[in-house]
T-cell receptor
Framework: SQQGEEDPQALSIQEGENATMNCSYK?????LQWYRQNSGRGLVHLIL?????REKHSGRLRVTLDTSKKSSSLLITASRAADTASYFC?????????????FGKGTHLIIQP | GAVVSQHPSRVICKSGTSVKIECRSL??????MFWYRQFPKQSLMLMAT?????????EQGVEKDKFLINHASLTLSTLTVTSAHPEDSSFYIC?????????????FGSGTRLTVV
């Protein structure tokens, strides 16, 4: 399965600042999801946005989706040291959940106290 | 919320031996589970889709005879790495989707760090 691209690959910001990560993908999708992974651990589902949605909020998270550009962004506002982790976007293809997820390459986010 | 339990979390084995990794959905039934592999500082790559009661579907380039998958019940899938070699050392993660879950996100196990020496 093809992988999407995420940028930046690494991002270091000061605590309290906003962090923006971008993701692009190549195929038609049902939905796009963002996950967080702390070093050497499993993935934590953050937010899901469906193909017919353009923006979604959850707490300090804001996700946008532009299906015409096949891209998405994740904004974390008022970052905290605990937000330090790798963030991955993942797409579920238009064939439904039977094919699993295709992951982007990830953004490693470091929040400096 | 949906919980997926994966174990062992860490295993070290000798070359040539086999290792079994278990993935259980604790509070929901999963007709389909997925197995991913992640090399250091890289993303997750789907290895195979595990289907309850039928054969697994493997991604291109993944040897089905080396990575044996069994999905004998709606709550358990196992991945057995047979005749392991050092290049099989990786982080293996399973996931399942709670079909009835509100947000239809996938739940991931905590992963298994396999080191083959």
């Amino acid at each position: 399965s093809q992988q999407g691209e995420e940028d930046p690959q690494a991002l270091s910001i000061q605590e309290g600042e906003n962090a923006t990560m971008n993701c692009s993908y190549k195929t038609s999708i049902n939905n796009l999801q963002w996950y967080r992974q702390n070093s050497g651990r499993g993935l934590v589902h953050l937010i899901l946005i469906r193909s017919n949605e353009r923006e979604k909020h959850s707490g300090r998270l804001r996700v946008t989706l532009d299906t015409s550009k096949k891209s998405s962004s994740l904004l974390i506002t008022a970052s905290r040291a605990a937000d330090t982790a790798s963030y991955f976007c993942a797409t579920e293809g238009s064939g439904g959940g039977a094919d699993g997820l295709t992951f982007g390459k990830g953004t490693h986010l470091i929040i400096q106290p | 919320g949906a919980v997926v339990s994966q174990h062992p979390s860490r295993v070290i084995c000798k070359s040539g031996t086999s290792v079994k990794i278990e993935c259980r959905s604790l509070d929901f039934q999963a007709t389909t589970m997925f197995w991913y592999r992640q090399f250091p500082k890289q993303s997750l790559m789907l290895m195979a889709t595990s289907n309850e009661g039928s054969k697994a579907t493997y991604e291109q380039g993944v040897e089905k005879d080396k990575f044996l998958i069994n999905h004998a019940s709606l709550t358990l899938s196992t991945l057995t790495v047979t005749s392991a070699h050092p290049e099989d050392s990786s982080f293996y993660i399973c996931s399942a989707r709670d079909e009835e879950g509100f947000n239809y996100g996938y739940t991931f196990g905590s992963g298994t760090r396999l080191t083959v020496v």
